[in-house]
């Protein structure tokens, strides 16, 4: 892969986890930070093992 494609592919993979991120935050009536911690990892790993 060139760099750019790789770095088209970094970002839409960031924006994704993002919007997913602010879709379930803004669901939530009230989030801990631990529930906040735990999300945040597992869209981090779900998105670090799609490629």
């Known amino acids: 892969m060139t760099p750019v494609a790789v770095g088209v592919l970094a970002v839409s993979m960031s924006v994704d986890a993002f919007v997913a991120?602010?879709?379930?935050g803004a669901g939530a009536?009230?989030?801990?930070?631990?529930t906040a911690l735990r999300t945040g990892l597992i869209f981090?790993?779900?998105e670090m093992i799609t490629p």
């Open 44 to 46: 981090g790993v779900v």
């Open 29 to 34: 009536q009230r989030v801990k930070f631990g």
């Open 21 to 24: 991120s602010v879709g379930k």
